[in-house]
């Protein structure tokens, strides 16, 4: 194998195209950062064909950023903003470049772990990508911080997790939409409510999409 196609094939296992929307099949590079799992394409698939007709002039915070595919899949969609919070500087680094190329202005890139940046002063989102990485534990307390005032009241929640549903312990508020399964993957859509509706697991059970 030559040099030009090893480095042809090495630079094709950290890239990803965007999907759908302004910029689709336009390709973004992350930096492989340990641990990282970039959403399959066809997770995000069938995320966005969920929320179809519900990103446009949406604020959305992706709080695991990684690759950025889900953040940018959103703009690229009609989102009004995305922020993207990255604590590895490498892969900062590579979201600033890819919204450069992209000519993004709406993406906004933090430098910061997740729970740090929830210690702010709450802004409230419409949509929230939460994939933290296995085997950390960290997913049900950034939720529990995130129901502190950093959710529009009719937003949208998405989680991926190695833990089936009746494993996690999540709040009150949130309503679940949609789940699916692929891999080891579990993949679910909440949406924050109000109303009084069965609990099961700390969950109440939503259904369909109205």
């Known amino acids: 194998m030559t040099r030009r196609a090893h480095h042809?094939?090495?630079a094709a296992a950290h890239e990803l195209r965007i999907i759908g929307g302004e910029w689709k099949r336009r390709k973004v590079r992350f930096f492989p950062v340990k641990g990282l799992r970039p959403t399959p394409d066809r997770v995000r698939e069938?995320?966005?064909?969920?929320?179809?007709?519900?990103?446009?002039?949406?604020?959305?915070?992706?709080?695991?950023?990684?690759?950025?595919?889900?953040?940018?899949?959103?703009?690229?969609?009609?989102a009004?903003?995305?922020v993207l919070i990255e604590p590895n500087h490498l892969?900062?680094?590579?979201?600033?470049?890819?919204?450069?190329?992209?000519?993004?202005?709406?993406?906004?890139?933090?430098?910061?772990?997740?729970?740090d940046f929830l210690q702010g002063a709450?802004?409230?989102?419409?949509?929230?990508?939460?994939?933290?990485?296995?085997g950390e534990d960290r997913l049900e307390p950034t939720m529990k911080a995130l129901m502190d005032g950093w959710l529009t009241p009719e937003a949208y929640v998405y989680v991926e997790s190695d833990k089936p549903l009746e494993e996690m312990i999540l709040s009150r508020n949130l309503s679940l939409w949609r789940q699916g399964r692929a891999g080891q993957v579990n993949f679910f859509l909440f949406k924050v409510t109000g109303r009084s509706e069965k609990m099961e697991n700390g969950l109440s059970t939503g259904g369909a999409f109205e």
């Open 8 to 10: 042809s094939r090495h």
């Open 46 to 78: 069938t995320l966005f064909n969920w929320l179809q007709g519900r990103i446009y002039g949406r604020r959305c915070l992706d709080l695991f950023s990684g690759s950025g595919a889900l953040g940018f899949e959103a703009v690229s969609r009609g």
């Open 80 to 82: 009004r903003e995305a």
């Open 91 to 115: 892969a900062a680094i590579a979201l600033r470049d890819n919204a450069q190329h992209l000519k993004a202005e709406t993406i906004q890139v933090e430098e910061c772990r997740a729970e």
């Open 122 to 134: 709450p802004k409230p989102f419409d949509l929230v990508f939460l994939d933290p990485p296995f």
